[in-house]
């Protein structure tokens, strides 16, 4: 299972776009599989986060909500306490699930997705279990390393 599409995350965009100020430069993110992963903002009890896009701005067309990160992200203490948070991954531009679900923003994806996204006690890196459209089971594990 991919979150986003590898085609956003073109090896020699990302360098590139590491040249250039970015959201996540200025902030604490993660270096995933899928790419750059750094918080965007907080909705209500949610840490919303998103991906950079290969011109080192904002992909839009992904968002992952973590349950209870919100209110704990500050910029004096970037990062995400350790533990285990409910999440919810939503792909805009996607179409592999039968039904649409809603974000808590209300915006509709019909690719999304729940994680349970453990952060380890040294803060040093995540690992999130990932299941598709509301399946049961998981069906791939995404893990994340803090960005240098």
């Given at each position: ?105 209300g915006n509709v994806a019909n690719e999304w997705g ?21 399946a049961q089971t998981s069906t791939d594990v995404f ?6």
């Open positions: 299972m991919r979150i986003i599409n590898l085609g956003y995350l073109a090896a020699p965009c990302v360098a590139i776009a590491m040249s250039f100020p970015t959201p996540a430069s200025a902030d604490f993110w993660w270096d995933t599989s899928e790419g750059q992963l750094y918080f965007d903002g907080a909705s209500g009890n949610y840490g919303v986060f998103r991906f950079l896009d290969g011109n080192g701005g904002t992909n839009n067309g992904v968002a992952i909500y973590i349950n209870g990160v919100g209110p704990q992200y500050t910029d004096s203490l970037p990062g995400i306490k350790p533990g285990k948070y409910e999440a919810y991954w939503f792909n805009y531009e996607g179409n592999d699930c039968n039904k649409d679900a809603v974000d808590p923003d729940a994680m349970w996204f453990t952060v380890e006690q040294n803060n040093d890196y995540f690992t999130a279990q990932v299941y598709e459209c509301g893990k994340g390393t803090p960005g240098t």
